[in-house]
């Protein structure tokens, strides 16, 4: 039998503003990475989000990103590698202070946007990100993207690793994702089903170009936000029932 996680962005609303459908999404997954005010959420939006994760059973991560409310965190920012190290440390602190207050515990960290595909491709920035969950909590698994210098990164500073992928995004032929700019950028059909599925049993996935690429599948991402969010989980759990494949956290 095959096993994942699934694991999705949530706790992304700010003051009045409401995003995704974190409610409902919530009881559908294993694993809920919640934003820590940098790039989305504020501090009563994530010590909600935290206690809807803790009274669903689901795992909770920091979802680390640049300080970039205005663009969403999908902008690319130029920083220093402390800088890097110390805005990891400053999110993971606020929202491991909330789990805390709530007697749950924060189980893993996914950065955001352009500071995960940044450090995707960077390994100085991936290493600052690594020493800064090391300084303050080095029992966190490394979320990152499969078969990127991430993985090395969470290795050399001696944090578990775990291989995510993307259920709704295109690939690279180098596994990285195609920028959202671009055509094909974002696969919102049922087509997504059978290829997280393929992902997850036979460690391939067709990049953009239409050459099959080599991939590791320990967590699937289902994106919060889109208006089928909610029928699309459901039929990627039922696909993954009748493919003997067990949804659980991470481990």
């Excluded at 490394?142 to 578990?160: N, Q, R, Y």
């Amino acid at each position: 039998m095959y096993k994942i996680d699934l694991n999705c962005d949530l706790g992304e609303s700010f003051g009045r503003y409401t995003l995704g459908l974190d409610g409902e999404v919530i009881p559908l997954i294993t694993s809920a990475n919640i934003a820590c005010g940098y790039h989305a959420s504020d501090p009563v939006i994530m010590e909600k989000t935290v206690k809807l994760a803790k009274d669903n059973g689901v795992h909770i991560g920091a979802h680390t990103g640049f300080p970039d409310l205005m663009g969403f965190g999908r902008r690319n920012m130029v920083l220093t590698m402390q800088e890097a190290r110390t805005y990891t440390i400053y999110q993971i602190g606020a929202l491991k202070a909330f789990c805390d207050a709530s007697g749950t515990k924060l189980s893993h960290i996914k950065p955001h946007g352009a500071f995960y595909n940044m450090a995707a491709k960077d390994y100085d920035l991936a290493h600052a990100i690594c020493e800064g969950v090391h300084q303050c909590c080095n029992e966190l698994i490394f979320l990152g993207l499969s078969g990127s210098i991430m993985e090395k990164a969470a290795l050399d500073t001696g944090l578990i690793f775990k291989s995510e992928v993307f259920a709704d995004r295109a690939y690279e032929e180098d596994g990285s994702l195609v920028a959202r700019s671009k055509p094909g950028a974002m696969i919102e059909d049922e087509a997504a089903i059978p290829r997280v599925i393929r992902m997850i049993t036979e460690g391939k996935v067709k990049a953009i170009t239409g050459r099959d690429i080599d991939i590791k599948a320990d967590s699937v991402c289902v994106h919060g936000d889109g208006p089928k969010t909610l029928e699309f989980i459901k039929l990627l759990r039922e696909a993954c029932n009748t493919s003997d494949i067990k949804i659980e956290v991470m481990s």
